[in-house]
């Protein structure tokens, strides 16, 4: 039987960031896939350069973007200052909606203003779509708030925790919101970042080269988890103890792995089809992404990476939220999101596709419950016994960045350190 005093489950960013902080020479990491990166993996097609998503790096801590930047050429990452818009009703409006109801028209904005101004603000309640009725007021949260993140979610708002997305959602108070209708600052956690000209397989290449090759083995999952004789056992087989495992893994599979009984209506998901789109001129310019809240529309996200990058050729990637049971198909859809995009102006009419991608993303965002977060609370406390640590957006069943990710992973390393 083989055995690794730390066994580390995925490669992606929170897997390899574990195994990079943890100084020793006793690690492993197993993928399931045969390449590292989980989510950030991204597609070079016809001279295109699309992630399976978008994901944009906004570092706080200027240690970890040094760190990660420094193992990559020079002038690898370009920093971008952020132009976000919302489509409503066929003319953009800046983001977030709710500091910017002063760009409507005029009657929506006495209307938004009314709402908010008189909201009823007595009572607490947990739910995300009640607190949105709330901070906003009925006006705001209908016109952009509910949609929006109902056709992101994929899911009824009243299930979901009230602080669902945690720092990420752009709070703001009357103050602030009547602040800008004569100052304009639409600043938020993520008014700048950064993104490596060759896709955010960059920074997880960046992590993979602080780690000897043959620590990370590819196409090698794990089958089983024996908690009480601390065994995994992989999808090819192989028997492998261990002192402690570090798994980013979703939540609900690793905990199937490892035998341990939870409820499965407490830990639910969506799914995301991602369309990337590469046209042969340019189109739309200056806007990096753009919300889209009609419900009539199919997508609820649109990203320029040409804008990002500066490329003559327009290039995009496009989000759809499903609930976790449906089916999409993308040969059906990719015809419908041509014609949406060119109703809605997006792309111009005279430009022609020449290069498409689709990936679907399972599980994409979490919906993030009181229920799930005690049972998460609950199924880490008893892994922890036994040396085991189930962390990252989705080993921990939370809403985070990328960033946050390589944190949390450090913060564990640091902790287990005195065992290496």
């Not at 574990?18 to 950030?40: K, M, N, P, Q």
């Not at 419950?369 to 005690?374: H, M, N, P």
């Amino acid at each position: 039987m083989e055995h690794t005093r730390f066994l580390v489950v995925g490669a992606g960013m929170t897997g390899l960031a574990f195994a990079h902080f943890i100084d020793s020479d006793d690690v492993l990491v197993l993928e399931r896939d045969t390449e590292i990166g989980g989510w950030c993996k991204t597609i070079h097609q016809d001279g295109f350069v699309w992630d399976y998503s978008g994901h944009f790096f906004h570092f706080r801590d200027p240690a970890i973007e040094k760190m990660l930047v420094d193992q990559m050429p020079a002038d690898s990452v370009v920093s971008v200052q952020k132009d976000s818009r919302i489509l409503y009703k066929g003319k953009f409006i800046d983001f977030p909606f709710q500091k910017n109801i002063h760009q409507l028209p005029q009657d929506e904005f006495l209307e938004c203003l009314h709402s908010l101004v008189f909201r009823d603000q007595d009572s607490v309640s947990h739910g995300f779509k009640a607190m949105l009725y709330e901070k906003f007021g009925a006006a705001i949260a209908e016109k952009f708030l509910i949609p929006y993140n109902q056709k992101l979610y994929a899911c009824d708002l009243d299930g979901l925790d009230r602080d669902a997305m945690g720092r990420f959602f752009p709070h703001a108070s009357l103050e602030d919101i009547v602040q800008n209708f004569v100052s304009s600052d639409n600043s938020s956690y993520n008014s700048r970042f950064t993104y490596p000209r060759d896709g955010a397989i960059m920074y997880v290449n960046a992590l993979a080269s602080m780690i000897p090759d043959d620590r990370i083995r590819l196409g090698e999952g794990l089958a089983s988890v024996d908690l009480r004789q601390k065994v995994a056992t992989t999808t090819k087989g192989r028997e492998i103890s261990f002192e402690f495992l570090v798994s980013s893994a979703p939540l609900p599979s690793f905990l199937d792995i490892c035998s341990l009984p939870y409820k499965p209506s407490a830990l639910t998901w969506n799914k995301v089809q991602v369309f990337n789109l590469g046209f042969d001129s340019k189109g739309v310019q200056d806007v990096h992404w753009v919300y889209v809240p009609d419900p009539d529309i199919s997508f609820y996200r649109v990203g320029y990476y040409d804008n990002i990058m500066g490329d003559s050729r327009t290039s995009l990637y496009i989000e759809l939220g499903y609930d976790r049971h449906g089916n999409p198909d993308a040969d059906a859809l990719l015809p419908k999101v041509l014609e949406e995009l060119r109703a809605l102006g997006l792309i111009l009419p005279e430009q022609k596709l020449v290069s498409s991608h689709q990936v679907v993303l399972d599980p994409a965002y979490v919906h993030i419950t009181q229920e799930s977060r005690d049972l998460y609370a609950d199924a880490a406390a008893t892994l922890a016994t036994r040396g085991v640590f189930s962390i990252g957006r989705y080993g921990g069943w939370t809403y985070c960045s990328i960033e946050d990710n390589i944190i949390e992973s450090r913060e564990l390393a640091r902790k287990l350190q005195p065992f290496a």
